[in-house]
Structure formats: structure tokens, C-alpha cells
């Protein structure tokens, strides 16, 4: 007899997704689910201006990859996949839930990155586009519009430069940033495809 909700999933737990059943234990990904669920989630946890997704984020980190940090702009666009399946906590209260953050570091980010071919960890280049992706973001959608943000890295200034150039924060409906991440995602692939058939290790446009 199962006497709570939590047990019956003790050895087997999964939730539903687009693409059908996602196991904890062993995650199978599904860029259309992640695509999907992405689009749907809002980044800063609802809080900002506007409705502004994940995914749109994604695409924002990847292109900044790309165009102005170097690095492989995949690795960009999946860096916040774990949000399709895990509840995203913000950076302040991450260390009130470090089982889940264990959880999310040690097994399903691995999964993430082996499944898409990305590094084995964040790479500097990542970090810095997602710093500059919230500092372009936040001067342009949060209430305060981030001016009490840290800034280890020294990137306000950059990012609000980059911001004044045009980069921006669209807010997508959730169709729309869903559709464009998948766009994104196919491009990036049939470019490594081209990139591998003429044995060219070029990952960016950069």
C-alpha cells in the first residue's frame, strides 16, 4: 500500500512532458519538450515588467555568445534546460535548497551537456553572457532595473552598453519564443553538421 504521494515515486520518480514521461534517474531529452516548457517558464520567476521566458533568455545568451563573447553559442542556448524539468530558484535563495541544487549539478546539467555535446561545465564564456544577459535584461524589465545587482565581474557597464547598441528584451509570447529557440537550435546543429563534414572545428560565428 502506498501511504503518501511521494512514495510511490521513491524509486521511480518522473513527471509528464510534451515529449511524454521524464525520469529523474534517466533523463532522456527532448529538444521539443525542452523547446516547449521553456517557453512557458518565466525567467525572475515571474516578477518582471513583462512576461519574458527562459527561452528567450537562452536565445539572448547564445547570440551574445556569439557575437560578442566567443565560445559555442549551443552551449548558450541549453545552459537553462535543467528550468524544463526543475523549478528554477533564484540566485539569492539557491542556498536554502542545496539538495535540489546538488541534484540539478551533479546529475541532470551533466546529462544536459553530454546529450548536446556541450563541455562538461559552464565555460567562462558562458558565465559572462549570462551576466551580461542579466544586466541587459534587468535595466530594461525588473522594477529597480538591477542597480543593486552584484557585479563580480565587472560587467554592468559592458551589458548597459550593449543594451544602448540595440540588444534588448523582446518578450515573446510562449509560442513564439518556443518556435525561435527551435529555430535557433536547428541552425546551431546543421552548422556543427556542415562544420564536421569539412572537418572544421569553428563552433560560432565569432
Not at 51 to 76: K, Q, R, T
Not at 113 to 130: C, Q, S, V, Y
Request: hydrophobic share 35%; aromatic share 10%; net charge negative.
Amino acid at each position: 500500500m502506498i501511504h503518501s504521494p511521494s512514495e510511490g515515486y521513491r524509486d521511480n520518480r518522473y513527471i509528464h512532458t510534451q515529449g511524454g514521461r521524464f525520469y529523474a534517474c534517466t533523463p532522456v531529452w527532448r529538444v521539443d519538450s525542452i523547446a516547449h516548457a521553456l517557453g512557458q517558464t518565466a525567467r525572475y520567476r515571474g516578477n518582471a515588467d513583462i512576461f519574458y521566458s527562459v527561452a528567450e533568455h537562452s536565445i539572448l545568451v547564445s547570440l551574445l555568445m556569439e557575437h560578442e563573447v566567443g565560445g559555442d553559442p549551443m552551449e548558450g542556448l541549453h545552459h537553462d534546460d535543467s528550468e524544463s524539468v526543475l523549478p528554477d530558484v533564484s540566485s539569492p535563495f539557491k542556498g536554502l535548497f542545496p539538495d535540489l541544487r546538488k541534484f540539478e549539478k551533479e546529475h541532470i546539467d551533466p546529462s544536459i551537456r553530454k546529450h548536446f555535446g556541450l563541455p562538461a561545465k559552464k565555460t567562462d564564456e558562458n558565465g559572462i553572457a549570462d551576466w551580461l544577459a542579466l544586466f541587459i535584461e534587468s535595466a530594461q524589465i525588473l522594477p529597480e532595473r538591477g542597480v543593486d545587482f552584484e557585479d563580480p565581474y565587472n560587467l554592468r557597464v559592458k551589458a548597459l552598453k550593449l543594451r544602448r547598441e540595440g540588444w534588448m528584451v523582446h518578450g515573446y509570447e510562449w509560442n513564439h519564443a518556443k518556435g525561435l529557440y527551435l529555430a535557433r537550435h536547428n541552425d546551431l546543429q546543421h552548422r556543427r553538421e556542415v562544420n564536421a563534414k569539412s572537418g572544421s572545428n569553428v563552433t560560432s560565428g565569432v
